[in-house]
Each structure stands twice: as structure tokens, then as C-alpha cells.
């Protein structure tokens, strides 16, 4: 069964974020929290909070052990930007895009008890 949690309109740029989701896809829960938790980029704590809500949404809901589980799926997706105009020369402006994210994380339990070692 996989368990969802998700995090919307996040100010940080999908790229960035994208190269941390990378890093823990297919991991271990435990594995997965402690690369997040000592990473400096904004995107790891974003993703670590997101990481965070699917644990405690599979023991909560579900009842299921935080060792029994691994990141199955990890989204990251674009969400609209703000859209800011900066002063240029004569009297021209200059589009800004501040872009924005969307952050979809799946975590599952192991089949029949067995442990992956990816």
C-alpha cells in the first residue's frame, strides 16, 4: 500500500529540488531522513519535511513500523509563479518569475517483510 504525503507551493525552483529527490528514491526511510537531515540545501529540508508527514501519516493511519518502509515515488512538480516586473532602461520593465513547487512523496511497505538493499 503506498502512503502519500505532499507539500504545495513551496518557494524553491523544481531543479534544484529534483537533484535532492534523486539522491533518495528507492531508499530506506531512515536512510533517506539522515542524507536529508544533513544536506545544507533549502530543497533537503523541504523534502524532509514532506518525508516527516508520509512517516507519520503510515504509523497514524495505517499502523505500520517506520522500519518496514522505503521511498517508493517522488514528485516534483511546477507550480505557477509569481510574476514580478523589474525597471530597466528607459522606462522598459523586465519580467521576473519567481518559480514555486509542488512536492508529492510515496512511501511503502516492504513485501512480506523482505528488505531491499538498494
Known sequence: MKIKSQAKYLRAQTRKIRLVAD???GKQ???????L???????ARL???VLK?????????????KNNLYVSEVFVDGATPYKRVHPRARGSAFPILKRQS???LYVEEHKSGTKSTS
Open 23 to 25: 539522491l533518495i528514491r
Open 29 to 35: 526511510v531512515d536512510e533517506a531522513f539522515y542524507v
Open 37 to 43: 537531515k544533513y544536506m545544507p540545501n533549502l530543497g
Open 47 to 49: 523534502m524532509l519535511k
Open 53 to 65: 508527514s508520509a512517516i507519520a501519516n503510515a504509523k497514524n493511519n495505517f499502523k505500520i513500523e
Open 102 to 104: 509542488h512536492i508529492t
